[in-house]
Nanobody
Framework: QVQLVESGGGLVQAGGSLTLSCAAS????????MGWFRQAPGKEREFLAA????????AYADSVKGRFTISRDNAKNTVYLQMNSLKPEDTAVYRC??????????????WGQGTQVTVSS
């Protein structure tokens, strides 16, 4: 199986930037599509961004398009989420997910434990 561990969360001021990392175990990472989701207290989980196994295709939610960038380094078994122009409403627990295709990520087989991002106003 794939194990995912997020890191890079923290406290940042509005307008600032933060980069999250999701490190995956195993030698099959390159075969999985990866995605980032977030969930704030009292709110449903929200899709943010996804990237295909090769990195050739990406998708973004409208709420973060133009501000967030997803990327991956298969040699390092790691997917990243570069977040710019952060807003207080971006405050949430951010989790990465892995599955065999982009359109399965919201019901992904594998999820990380999450990393907290807090954006102060």
């Amino acid at each position: 199986q794939v194990q995912l561990v997020e890191s890079g969360g923290g406290l940042v001021q509005a307008g600032g930037s933060l980069t999250l990392s999701c490190a995956a175990s195993g030698r099959t990472f390159r075969t999985y599509a990866m995605g980032w989701f977030r969930q704030a207290p009292g709110k449903e989980r929200e899709f943010l961004a996804a990237i295909s196994s090769s990195g050739s295709s990406t998708a973004y939610a409208d709420s973060v398009k133009g501000r967030f960038t997803i990327s991956r380094d298969n040699a390092k078994n790691t997917v990243y989420l570069q977040m710019n122009s952060l807003k207080p409403e971006d405050t949430a627990v951010y989790r990465c997910a892995a599955d065999t295709s982009l359109n399965r990520l919201q019901i992904a087989d594998y999820w990380g434990q999450g990393t907290q991002v807090t954006v102060s106003s």
